[in-house]
């Protein structure tokens, strides 16, 4: 084998958490490879993982666009701007994301230049051990044998089918397909209102579907805060979104452009809806399809997650796995932060990351954000705490902005004062959240927020008034 196939890291996967570990091993002075599989339409390399080519990116640019177009329509005119002829152009929509995602592909090809990392595209596969190490192999576009003394294995997740309903892009979709409906479905049905069945369900009726979510809970986002999902399910329910919770989905059937859900609701009675399109979005399974881990004796958890220790160390030495694929939230920034740790540790420095400080961001509008514990999480653990909440209707950049929908919430230790979660319903609560994420990382008390100075008149004034109502001491409310 060529020298130049011999590398001190080769990573498996060019998502968010492999192509960062890829950039952090190089910046740390290894010879590098990261090899990605996926190709876009012109059968090009297109790195970035789902994040980027069906994820994180191409929904945030739907979310904006589709957040626009109501804008102009409903909610322009309070502000004196009448705006008549409004058309939606779909297409354009559809071609702007797909150049927003090409964008991000280019940036992290441009990245890979810039450090050093040399990128194949193909599938990676262990072809076994090696004398130091492991051999690799690519196939697909690109074909190689690597051999790799450390191989970090990024290789994500896919959507969980619903037996019985397969995905075929077209009448039944995955993420994939949800984000690129050609036309508006005049009633779309989604199952599964989580993160994603959210995101979707609101872009797609901002633009004129009529959605319907079944949900197979009693609860509504029975992870977030309950008070904050309560309102947030309220204002959902207002916008318009049909959320029916508790549904039993039973025969779901393909007409020739409809599609047929048969499920009990949540008093028990048998329904049945129609749709013109599906989306499935009932959680994501991790994705080791291709890896031949069995050739070197990779091992898998009952539900197919690649087993690592708390340092994303995997059962064969030299070999590590990060983001999708292991235990742990489903998100990117976490999926990264992994990465770099990993980079580190195979450093032999002491990466590490704060799973108690990961943020949770539901893009939908307004947007849900958290970091911490939940006010349930709490009690259930018997935990003493003090609550903080504020309203966004009584702050005075909120009202011009003319979003004033939703709240800050902050709870702290009843003894120590110290923050253990904020949660945020409200306009771009995605930015807010830093400012927590950075105070619990500080181990800040609420008082350390509330006697910060905040800039006049923000957004941000209502997540001081949060922490100053800990002490029952708001100044505005
Ligand atoms: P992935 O991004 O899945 O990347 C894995 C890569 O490995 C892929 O390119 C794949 O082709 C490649 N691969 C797999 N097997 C092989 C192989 N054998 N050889 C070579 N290459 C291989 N998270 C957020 O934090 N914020 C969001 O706003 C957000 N929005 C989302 C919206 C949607 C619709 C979806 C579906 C997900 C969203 N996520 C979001 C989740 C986020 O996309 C994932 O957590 C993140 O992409 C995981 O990164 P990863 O690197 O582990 O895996
Ligand atoms: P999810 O786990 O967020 O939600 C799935 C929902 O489907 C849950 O409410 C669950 O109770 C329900 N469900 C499961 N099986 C069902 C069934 N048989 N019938 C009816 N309902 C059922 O998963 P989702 O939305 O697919 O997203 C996957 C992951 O992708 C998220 O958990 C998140 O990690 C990531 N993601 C993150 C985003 C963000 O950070 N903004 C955006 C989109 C996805």
Same mark, same amino acid.
């Not at 009843?414 to 400012?435: F, K, N, R, Y």
């Given at each position: 084998?060529?020298?130049?196939?011999?590398?001190?890291?080769?990573?498996? *996967?060019?998502?968010?958490? *492999?192509?960062?570990?890829?950039? #952090?091993?190089?910046?740390?002075?290894?010879?590098?490879?990261?090899?990605?599989?996926?190709?876009?339409?012109?059968?090009? &390399?297109?790195?970035?993982?789902?994040?980027?080519?069906?994820?994180?990116?191409?929904?945030?640019?739907?979310?904006?666009?589709?957040?626009?177009?109501?804008?102009?329509?409903?909610?322009?005119?309070?502000?004196?701007?009448?705006?008549?002829?409004?058309?939606?152009?779909?297409?354009?929509?559809?071609?702007?994301?797909?150049?927003?995602?090409?964008?991000?592909?280019?940036?992290?090809?441009?990245?890979?230049?810039?450090?050093?990392?040399?990128?194949?595209?193909?599938?990676?596969?262990?072809?076994?051990?090696?004398?130091?190490?492991?051999?690799?192999?690519?196939?697909?576009?690109?074909?190689?044998?690597?051999?790799?003394?450390?191989?970090?294995?990024?290789?994500?997740?896919?959507?969980?089918?619903? &037996?019985?309903?397969?995905?075929?892009?077209?009448?039944?979709?995955?993420?994939?397909?949800?984000?690129?409906?050609?036309?508006?479905?005049?009633?779309?049905?989604?199952? *599964?209102?989580?993160?994603?069945?959210?995101?979707?369900?609101?872009?797609?009726?901002?633009?004129?579907?009529?959605?319907?979510?079944?949900?197979?809970?009693?609860?509504?986002?029975?992870?977030? $805060?309950?008070?904050?999902?309560?309102?947030?399910?309220?204002?959902?329910?207002?916008?318009?979104?049909?959320?029916?919770?508790?549904?039993?989905?039973?025969?779901?059937?393909?007409?020739?452009?409809?599609?047929?859900?048969?499920?009990?609701?949540?008093?028990?009675?048998?329904?049945?809806?129609?749709?013109? #399109?599906?989306?499935?979005?009932?959680?994501?399974?991790?994705?080791?399809? +291709?890896?031949?881990?069995?050739?070197?004796?990779?091992?898998?958890?009952?539900?197919?997650?690649?087993?690592? $220790?708390?340092?994303?160390?995997?059962?064969?030495?030299?070999?590590?796995?990060?983001?999708?694929?292991?235990? *742990?939230?489903?998100?990117?920034?976490?999926?990264?932060?992994?990465?770099?740790?990993?980079?580190? #540790?195979?450093?032999?420095?002491?990466?590490?990351?704060?799973?108690?400080?990961?943020?949770?961001?539901?893009?939908?509008?307004?947007?849900?954000?958290?970091?911490?514990?939940?006010?349930?999480?709490?009690?259930?653990?018997?935990?003493?705490?003090?609550?903080?909440?504020?309203?966004?209707?009584?702050? +005075?950049?909120?009202?011009?902005?003319?979003?004033?929908? +939703?709240?800050?919430?902050?709870?702290?230790?009843?003894?120590?004062?110290?923050?253990?979660?904020?949660?945020?319903?409200?306009?771009?609560?995605?930015?807010?959240?830093?400012?927590?994420?950075?105070?619990?990382?500080?181990?800040?008390?609420?008082?350390?927020?509330?006697?910060?100075?905040?800039?006049?008149?923000?957004?941000?004034?209502?997540?001081?008034?949060?922490?100053?109502?800990?002490?029952? #001491?708001?100044?505005?409310?």
């Amino acid at each position: 084998m060529s020298n130049e196939n011999q590398f001190d890291v080769v990573v498996i *996967g060019g998502g968010p958490g *492999g192509y960062i570990a890829a950039i #952090r091993a190089a910046q740390l002075g290894f010879k590098t490879a990261c090899i990605d599989a996926w190709s876009n339409a012109a059968g090009k &390399p297109a790195p970035g993982g789902t994040c980027t080519n069906v994820g994180c990116i191409p929904s945030k640019a739907l979310l904006q666009s589709s957040e626009h177009f109501e804008h102009a329509g409903h909610a322009f005119a309070e502000h004196g701007i009448n705006v008549s002829g409004l058309e939606l152009n779909l297409p354009q929509m559809l071609k702007r994301k797909d150049t927003i995602v090409k964008q991000n592909n280019d940036g992290i090809l441009f990245l890979f230049k810039k450090n050093k990392v040399t990128f194949f595209h193909g599938l990676g596969s262990f072809g076994g051990k090696a004398d130091e190490g492991y051999t690799i192999n690519v196939s697909g576009p690109t074909t190689a044998t690597l051999t790799a003394k450390n191989v970090v294995v990024a290789t994500g997740s896919n959507a969980r089918q619903l &037996p019985g309903a397969e995905f075929d892009e077209k009448l039944i979709l995955s993420n994939e397909g949800a984000l690129a409906i050609e036309a508006v479905p005049s009633k779309l049905g989604v199952i *599964g209102a989580g993160v994603i069945g959210l995101e979707m369900g609101s872009v797609w009726r901002r633009v004129g579907a009529d959605v319907t979510v079944l949900e197979g809970l009693p609860t509504f986002l029975g992870a977030v $805060d309950e008070q904050i999902a309560k309102e947030a399910h309220k204002l959902f329910t207002k916008q318009g979104l049909k959320i029916n919770l508790g549904c039993k989905i039973g025969a779901i059937t393909k007409g020739e452009n409809n599609v047929t859900v048969a499920y009990a609701d949540s008093t028990g009675a048998e329904q049945t809806a129609t749709f013109d #399109r599906l989306i499935i979005s009932i959680g994501r399974v991790p994705n080791t399809h +291709g890896l031949n881990g069995e050739a070197v004796g990779l091992q898998l958890d009952e539900r197919g997650f690649v087993v690592v $220790d708390d340092e994303c160390r995997t059962s064969l030495p030299g070999v590590w796995a990060v983001g999708d694929v292991v235990r *742990g939230p489903m998100l990117a920034h976490k999926a990264e932060e992994e990465g770099v740790a990993v980079a580190e #540790r195979i450093a032999g420095q002491h990466g590490h990351v704060n799973f108690n400080t990961i943020p949770w961001v539901i893009y939908t509008s307004p947007e849900i954000a958290w970091v911490g514990k939940t006010e349930q999480q709490l009690k259930a653990e018997g935990v003493a705490y003090k609550a903080g909440t504020f309203p966004f209707m009584a702050n +005075g950049r909120a009202r011009a902005l003319g979003d004033t929908s +939703g709240m800050v919430k902050f709870l702290a230790d009843a003894t120590t004062d110290e923050i253990l979660g904020v949660h945020i319903v409200g306009p771009v609560a995605s930015e807010l959240i830093s400012e927590a994420v950075v105070a619990m990382e500080f181990k800040a008390s609420s008082e350390d927020i509330a006697r910060i100075c905040h800039a006049h008149p923000s957004l941000s004034e209502a997540v001081k008034e949060a922490a100053l109502a800990v002490d029952k #001491r708001s100044l505005n409310f």
